[in-house]
């Protein structure tokens, strides 16, 4: 049989005080005397008394507590965010729940729903592969309808209006491509690409594309896309045995990047190196040097969107004056 929790109650009836004085005590009111505040929260600790947290929170209209919604905790980036946010919070007295939507937009719905249920003061949440691709907003708007403080990151849309922390998706692009152009001497480039149907992809797609049109004199390029990641790899082995001039490989995302990497090193090119650049992580220049990353230095992203949403909550102005935030980009 599972033991009675102990409650404000519970302690005052064990110790024939009032409720009131119990809860004055544990606060450390000077109103209660030394010596009984000394008693009951010495009981209070012997009989493992623990605050309802969120009882008190729903008193106090506002329960300290900052929700995070992302779609996997797997892809660095995301996991970088997530640092960048709870240190933040941290250093600012607030706590963090996350939840992942695994990119299914019933699951982002279901979360959203729980979390804004009184639970947390604010939202950040990147919206899921599946919303975008629906162009499925509703659950995001009712939000914003309902004043609740919120913040977008990295996948953002024009038809919702809040603050949003981002990257500048296309100069990044076109700015690795030059890269790749004027100091890797990159010919013939291939970009590639899991999917490319993502508001911020498209973004890097058309930043690669003008890079490639300012030197299409001398430059030309290729396009690899596929869905399932044994298929797009094989693509990058097939193109990449069977045509010699392509010398640079541009990708759109984290995994596009890794099978260019794993598809070259299986394929031990050394007649003519193969240049890489696209967003990523760090880590993944352990299985090729020369890799060139597009850090979108996501501890910054994680940092600035807490800080934005600490900042409209202070502020209680929730309808306008939403702003943008673009961090900055670099390659490493």
């Known amino acids: 049989m599972t033991p009675n929790k102990t409650t404000l109650s519970t302690i005052a009836k064990d110790l024939n005080v009032s409720v009131s004085t119990v809860s004055k005590a544990l606060a450390n009111s000077p109103e209660i005397s030394s010596k009984t505040r000394k008693k009951i929260s010495a009981y209070a600790k012997e009989s493992n008394y623990s605050p309802n947290i969120l009882a008190s929170s ?18 660095p980036f995301y996991a970088k965010v997530f640092v960048g946010i709870e240190k933040y919070l941290d250093e600012k007295g607030y706590k963090l729940i996350a939840s992942i939507s695994n990119d299914y937009l019933e699951k982002e ?18 919206v899921s592969k599946e919303a975008e691709q629906k162009k499925e907003y509703r659950h995001i708007n009712s939000l914003i309808n309902n004043r609740i403080p919120l913040i977008l990151f990295d996948r953002v849309c024009d038809e919702i209006y809040c603050d949003k922390v981002i990257t500048d998706n296309f100069q990044a692009a076109l700015d690795a491509t ?35 049109d300012k030197h299409k004199a001398t430059v030309k390029s290729s396009i690899i896309l596929a869905e399932k990641s044994n298929i797009l790899r094989q693509k990058l082995e097939n193109a990449l045995r069977d045509d ?41 220049s352990k299985y090729n040097s020369s890799l060139i990353v597009i850090n979108q230095n996501p501890k910054e992203i994680g940092k600035e969107s807490a ?8 502020s209680g102005n929730l309808i306008s004056d939403f702003c943008t935030k673009i961090i900055d980009v670099d390659l490493t």
Do not use: W
Request: aromatic share 4%.
């Open 178 to 212: 030059e890269y790749l152009i004027k100091h890797r001497k990159c010919r013939h480039i291939v970009m590639t690409s899991k999917t490319n149907n993502l508001h911020h992809l498209k973004l890097r797609k058309k930043g690669f594309e003008q890079a490639i």
């Open 109 to 126: 719905i279901k979360n959203i729903s729980i979390m804004s249920s009184g639970f947390v003061d604010g939202l950040i949440v990147c």
């Open 244 to 284: 010699s001039s392509i010398d640079g490989v541009f990708g759109l995302n984290e995994k596009s990047v890794l099978h260019a990497t794993l598809s070259i090193n299986k394929l031990k090119k050394t007649d003519k190196e193969v240049s890489i650049t696209g967003f990523c992580n760090d880590l993944q």
């Open 307 to 314: 800080r934005l949403l600490l900042d409209r909550i202070k």
């Open 58 to 75: 729903f008193r106090k209209g506002s329960t300290k507590t900052i929700g995070l919604i992302i779609p996997n905790i797997t892809n």
